[in-house]
């Protein structure tokens, strides 16, 4: 119910951007954002935003990552800048309105 895509490999220092979209079917969320997962640790959130406009980070990304919403489509973005050998996870989408949805994954992959 929830497309991710525009994860794969990456020098460190590049670029990428992740997109998020929800089917049709979903309706009136009112926050969408990611998590990533390395192996053996924890989910870790990365961003959300709000349907007001409001968008956190996580210390780890902030000023590197920029998190957009467009919740008329009901999609989420996620532009991934100065990104280093730690970004290294499975990019998890999530959103949430009457109950919580979550993507089934996208790699993303910094070489140093």
């Known amino acids: 119910q929830l497309m991710e895509s525009g994860g794969g490999l990456v020098q460190a220092g590049g670029s990428l951007r992740l997109s998020c979209a929800a089917s049709g079917s979903i309706r009136a969320l009112n926050v969408m954002g990611w998590y990533r997962q390395v192996p053996g640790k924890q989910r870790e959130w990365v961003a959300t935003v709000t349907r007001g406009g409001s968008t956190n980070y996580a210390d780890s990304v902030k000023g590197r990552f920029t998190l957009s919403g467009d919740f008329d489509k009901n999609s989420v973005y996620l532009q991934m800048n100065s990104l280093k050998p730690e970004d290294t996870a499975v990019y998890y989408c999530?959103?949430?309105?009457?109950?919580?949805?979550w993507g089934q994954g996208t790699q993303v992959t910094v070489s140093s």
């Open positions: 999530v959103a949430t309105g009457t109950t919580m949805y």
